[in-house]
């Protein structure tokens, strides 16, 4: 059986990292005043747009992502210009550089010696940490699926290594106690869905839709995500595809389900639909207290409403898909532990 993890920025957070938009916000904000400084007539029509607002409110990459292609269609001058959308596309990917820069900067922080994930509790326990409503859900699953290990997959939407690093020196079989037979998980080397800070580091809109339609087919192919996943010429959109469609269980950890990963969002939800694969989506909320049910089950549906909406299905297979859906809230997966 197939279990993907698709993991996001939630978890270099809890693994220590400063990778919230904010902080690249602050930090890039002063370099960009500092090499304006230093440049005669330089200027990035982005960071003048992004940093213009000094209240600025993105709380997650998505909103930075989608108000990247926004800025394409509420400024005249950018669509009605050929030198000014060429402007654009060169001053996209010195953000992407400068993004790059600052992820390595923060990847470098040193692990410290005997650290290692603990994927034996976080698979192990995957059943106990859902609901107790959907915990049949998984029964059913190993059941389905009775003679055969179960390859775990971990989908990263991350650039940063510390993910790989940490995956190296850490366990990767051991049995499946959610199984009544001695069969095993084995767990695959992390996928950059994405790409790395020194291999394809795709910053972009999910589809054509959210950027203006005055930009030509090549310069679509740097700011749409799978344009520029396909023109990188190493299968890295077939590869992600080949994953969620032949998932069995889709866990999302540490993702703000953002409009522009609609076209992931929108892969699991046809693959949720077409084989009744459960979606376990771990929402984070900051001192949870879960002692207000009315609380808890706004959460419940607000999580399963983004994802919904953002997954593009049509209204008549809505139901369907929410049936698959389980919201798994303020719990931690892949915890650190001494080896």
């Known amino acids: 059986m197939n279990i993907t993890y698709i993991v996001g920025n939630g978890l ?95 990847q470098e922080q040193n692990l410290e010696e005997g650290i290692v994930i603990d994927f034996e509790s976080t698979l192990n326990d995957l059943k106990n940490s859902l609901p107790v409503l959907n915990q049949f859900t998984i029964d059913k699953k190993f059941k389905e699926n009775l003679y055969q290990h179960d390859i775990v997959n971990i989908l990263t939407l991350n650039y940063t290594n510390v993910l790989d690093r940490l995956y190296d020196r850490s366990g990767k079989s051991f049995v499946n106690k959610l199984r009544t037979n001695d069969y095993n998980f084995h767990i695959k080397s992390p996928i950059h869905a994405h790409g790395t800070v020194d291999i394809c580091t795709v910053l972009g809109v999910s589809d054509e839709t959210q950027i203006s339609n005055s930009f030509e087919e090549e310069q679509k192919e740097s700011l749409v995500k799978n344009l520029v996943l396909k023109n990188y010429r190493e299968n890295m959109d077939v590869k992600n595809s080949d994953i969620i469609k032949n998932s069995d269980i889709i866990i999302l950890y540490g993702v703000s389900l953002g409009e522009t990963d609609k076209y992931i969002w929108s892969q699991i939800a046809e693959r949720s639909i077409s084989s009744s694969v459960p979606v376990i989506i771990y929402h984070y909320v900051p001192n949870f207290d879960p002692g207000n049910p009315t609380r808890v089950k706004r959460l419940y549906r607000n999580v399963e409403d983004k994802f919904i909406q953002n997954s593009g299905i049509d209204l008549e297979l809505e139901k369907k898909l929410r049936d698959n859906l389980i919201v798994v809230i303020g719990k931690t997966i892949f915890n650190l532990m001494e080896r």
Not at 62 to 82: A, M, P, R, V, W
């Open 12 to 106: 270099d957070l809890q693994y220590g990292l400063k990778t919230k938009y904010k902080d690249f916000y602050e930090f890039q904000n002063k370099a960009y005043i500092s090499r304006k400084e230093n440049e005669e007539k330089y200027s990035n029509l982005i960071y003048e747009s992004l940093f213009s607002d000094k209240e600025n409110n993105y709380e997650n990459w998505s909103d930075f992502e989608y108000s990247i292609g926004q800025l394409t269609k509420d400024h005249d001058f950018i669509s009605s210009n050929i030198e000014m959308k060429e402007k654009f596309i060169d001053d996209f990917s010195e953000v992407v550089d400068d993004l790059r820069e600052y992820l390595r900067l923060q």
